[in-house]
């Protein structure tokens, strides 16, 4: 999750992140960190993805 705001406190970062945010970006921001925290979203999202699968499999393998 990727969290877009325009009040970056210390609050507002703590509850995103306590919610599942994975990257917190505020406003104003430049494209090339933007680009960044879209990247690293991304890959985590593909890593999680791949253990579930990777989970999932091994579930399946065990069981028979």
Do not use: C, H, M, W
């Not at 999750?1 to 921001?29: C, D, H, M």
């Not at 960190?33 to 890959?43: A, G, P, Y």
């Not at 593909?46 to 699968?53: F, G, P």
């Amino acid at each position: 999750v990727l969290v877009i705001t325009g009040y970056g406190s210390g609050q507002n970062l703590q509850e995103a992140s306590r919610l599942g945010a994975g990257e917190f970006i505020t406003k104003p921001f430049n494209v090339p960190d933007f680009i960044k925290s879209v990247n690293k979203s991304l890959q985590r999202r593909t890593q999680n993805l791949r253990l579930k699968d990777f989970s999932l499999y091994n579930s399946l393998v065990v069981r028979n």
